[in-house]
């Protein structure tokens, strides 16, 4: 459902044009009072609504979301697995989430923003203006969260092209040989000792040497 409400104040540039939004909640009154409390937010917002877990699979898979409300109680499970399921969906990984609970349920609102979930409302309290601040925060968070993952991805391939150009020197190749030579000796000189330890001795010279050394004269008085 599209709710042609126009952008205002600075989030105008942050947010996208239109908020591809998902609600996963098992009560229709529940689902139909945050749809109503959505057109109060100024946002521009296309919301689906699942009410199951199996919904919520199906969807995820077909659709990229920008963002995605996740009821925590649950009758096939909870929110928590879903989160878990969101983080596994490759289209939607990286999406937005924002956990609903009790009002008794902060423990487990904690427990969610440890496992990735992005933020918490609380179902009865719940406002426009927090709906609206927590919606605009998720974004922000996951997109600079998708922009850490871009840079690390950028950097990472950087090093592999700076080492792969650097491999195709023929110095540098030299000395790459060289020192693969230096640690291969090393390895070898270590098992060959290691090998030694548990082989019987062939040179008896040491021994003969320490019993040589004895004094013919000692005697062993046995009482």
């Known amino acids: ?18 908020i591809r939004a998902l609600l996963l909640d098992d009560s229709a009154f529940d689902r139909a009072r945050i749809r109503r409390m ?45 989160l878990d399921m969101i983080h596994r969906t490759p289209r939607n990984s990286e999406a937005a989430t924002i956990m609903i609970t009790g009002n008794g349920d902060l423990k487990t609102a904690v427990t969610a923003m440890r496992n990735g979930c992005h933020d918490f409302l609380t179902k009865d309290g719940m406002t426009a203006e927090q709906l609206r601040t927590a919606m605009i925060g998720a974004m922000d968070t996951a997109q600079e969260h998708r922009a850490l993952l871009a840079q690390t991805a950028h950097q990472r391939e950087v090093i592999q092209q700076g080492l792969t150009a650097a491999l195709m020197d023929e110095r540098v190749q ?24 548990f082989q019987p001795a062939q040179d008896h010279s040491a021994l003969d040497a320490v019993l040589a050394s004895l004094d013919d004269d000692d005697e062993f008085i046995f009482d």
């Open 1 to 18: 459902m599209t709710l042609p409400v126009q952008l205002s104040g600075p989030e105008e540039e942050a947010a996208p044009k239109v």
């Open 38 to 82: 959505s057109r109060k937010t100024d946002l521009m917002l296309q919301i689906d609504e699942v009410g199951s877990i199996g919904e919520l699979e199906a969807a995820t898979a077909a659709v990229d979301y920008d963002l995605i409300l996740i009821d925590y109680r649950l009758p096939e499970g909870d929110g928590l697995l879903v």
């Open 174 to 197: 030299g000395s790459v040989v060289a020192l693969f030579r230096d640690q291969m000796d090393s390895a070898l000189d270590a098992q060959q000792a290691r090998i030694r330890l």
